[in-house]
């Protein structure tokens, strides 16, 4: 018997055993639940949020209060942080989808940012600290695609929004619980830097480990593969030209197993075309957060809360929106959440001091969040074939990176020129432009079909 054929018939055996009573409601159950997978993959990202989020949460007043810098070098900082990784995001895709192992992929850029937390211990002056920060932007880089590509390979094909949204949840529940714990520090130890330093690093070491030790090495294109010639095979079809389905050890992808041809789709292109406009109009949190601080003049220790704020939002949303994408449009959603970014600007820019546009400020940026983030991925891995589902995930999200570096440096120098208050209301303006002009691209690229991934036919 052939390696395909008894992997086939295990396989039905075991769904034999397991729906014998109720086949179509145990399989609609299963449909609809979250896979373990895509939860263990959420408890990686909570434990690296914790870590990094407790870093980022205070790197704008570390580099304006602590090293004394202007917004402008903060600027430059933040565009860093925005696009380090960008470039890699890519390569860190393509190399899961080559190896076909996006576990190990993932592992390597979450140990690369890891190690930063030690030289945080050390570092001394902006120089140091802006190459750490580079460098764990690369780590995160590296391990953004190929750790969505294993959400999607996971995830039933319909429930992608809700799955990209539980992970995100869980995700941005360690994004606020970091910058909590930088406000307890900082509450507690004015100046403690190093402490939260060390804080960072226990977690980024624990995340790594619960990758390495919890998360399955799936291989999506050796599975999509598999499914292939199952379908062949129960179709009764004569095995492929080229095929190894019978070779010992088989089960491999016969012929190349990666290509750009992807970049070639019309949907694909006006995907990448609305996230480079839309991350062009997108400016960095600690904008907000800054002019917020300069209006209403709160005591700094109060800083990294601002951030816990947003990302409260963001973890309470993120799965009720990522499944209200899968049911209404998942690029719709990506395109409107942007009109609520211009109002989070708004909010920041108006001349009323106080608690309630301030509140108001962080709920439309954690809302943003979550009508964007999970969501832009879900999209990606519903327009492409399994083969170069990270390629596509780290292409978009470079595509958005570097807009978002570009934004940052220019609303830096905006803020210089012109204010905060005016910057921040040439940045709405031009999102209350861009935003009707990407829903109009978006129905005209057809992007709102069924969230079936397009997957390769029968050879």
């Known amino acids: 018997m052939s390696t395909l054929a008894r992997a086939t018939q295990g396989e039905a055996g075991s769904q034999t055993s397991t729906s014998s009573r109720d086949p179509a409601s145990r399989g609609r159950r299963r449909a609809g639940r979250v896979p373990s997978t895509v939860v263990t993959l959420g408890v990686v990202s909570f434990l690296t949020d914790v870590s990094s989020e407790a870093v980022m949460a205070v790197l704008p007043l570390y580099v304006t209060a602590a090293l004394g810098m202007s917004v402008v070098a903060y600027g430059v900082v933040d565009g860093l942080v925005q696009g380090a990784g960008a470039l890699v995001r890519v390569a860190g895709g393509w190399a899961a989808d080559r190896t076909d192992r996006p576990k190990w992929v993932a592992a390597a850029g979450y140990g690369l940012s890891a190690l930063t937390r030690v030289g945080l211990l050390f570092a001394a002056g902006l120089p140091a600290i802006a190459s750490l920060v580079v460098v764990d932007r690369i780590g995160k880089g590296v391990r953004t695609a190929p750790r969505d590509a294993l959400i999607a390979a996971a995830a039933n094909p319909r429930n992608l929004g809700r799955s990209f949204g539980v992970h995100r949840a869980l995700d941005t529940a360690g994004a606020t619980l970091g910058p909590l714990l930088a406000f307890a520090v900082l509450w507690v130890i004015p100046d403690g830097w190093t402490t939260i330093f060390v804080i960072s690093l226990g977690a980024a070491v624990l995340g790594v480990g619960a990758l390495v030790l919890l998360v399955p090495d799936l291989r999506p294109r050796r599975a999509a593969w598999l499914r292939t010639h199952r379908t062949r095979q129960d179709r009764g079809l004569p095995k492929c030209k080229g095929c190894t389905c019978d070779a010992p050890g088989g089960l491999e992808l016969a012929g190349r197993p990666f290509s750009w041809s992807f ?169 209350v432009i861009a935003v009707p002009v990407c829903a109009y691209l978006v129905r005209a690229g057809r992007l709102e079909r069924d969230p079936d991934l397009v997957e390769e036919s029968p050879a």
């Open 263 to 431: 970049l070639r789709g019309g949907a694909t292109v006006r995907l990448l075309l609305v996230a480079g406009i839309l991350g062009l109009l997108t400016v960095g949190d600690g904008f907000v957060y800054l002019a917020l601080q300069d209006r209403d003049g709160f005591a700094t220790h109060w800083f990294p809360l601002l951030y816990v704020g947003t990302n409260a939002t963001y973890m309470l949303l993120a799965a009720p929106i990522g499944r209200l994408a899968d049911r209404v449009g998942r690029a719709r959603v990506l395109v409107w959440g942007h009109a609520l970014l211009a109002g989070a600007y708004a909010c920041a820019a108006v001349p009323f001091p106080g608690a309630a546009t301030t509140i108001a400020a962080l709920v439309l940026l954690g809302t943003f969040y979550a009508m964007t983030d999970g969501v832009l991925a879900a999209l990606t891995s519903a327009l492409v074939p399994t083969a170069v589902r990270g390629t596509a995930i780290g292409t978009a999200q470079t595509v958005t990176a570097v807009m978002r570096m570009v934004a940052s440096a220019g609303f830096g120098v905006l803020w210089f020129a012109f204010g905060s208050v005016h910057a921040l209301w040439i940045a709405a303006a031009a999102l």
